[in-house]
């Protein structure tokens, strides 16, 4: 299976890339975590993108936050789907991140997720790896499945604590 690259432009962002880990590891996803920067270290960052694909990368996950370019940066250098996390790291509650990350100019685009959405960036990583991998797309269905079931019994409980 390809492996998924997440890459966070601080160790602060920790907290949120850790929720895409512990998904990525629930499916049995291979996948390398780094710290580069697109401000702080742009060379490495560009690096990493541009060799990405022969590194055996399938989808790379990007965490920042505040004038979070990362996931714009690391979309310049590859064609590899880039799933951008805007981190809420500053006064502005994440959208100083969101709209860096989301209003990409045309031509070089950046799936967002929603505001330290660690979670759906790993299940969007999982779903683009599950277009050429059926036991893995059986997976996110059994998934599917049991998250509707943990919904419907408390939809069950919700008449009887009110
Ligand atoms: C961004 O600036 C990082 O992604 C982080 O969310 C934020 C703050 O970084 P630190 O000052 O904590 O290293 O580039």
Redesign the pocket.
Known sequence: MKKVGII??????LPIVRKAVDTLRAFGIPFEVHVY????TPGEARQFAMEAREHGFGVLIA????????AGALAANTTLPVIGIP?R??GSQGMD?LLSTVQMPSGIPVATVAIDGGTNAALLAAQILAVEDAALADKLDEKRRADAATVLKKDAAIGASI
């Open positions: 966070m432009g601080s160790d602060s962002d920067s697109a401000h702080r965490a920042a936050g505040m004038a979070a370019h990362l981190c790291s500053s991140a």
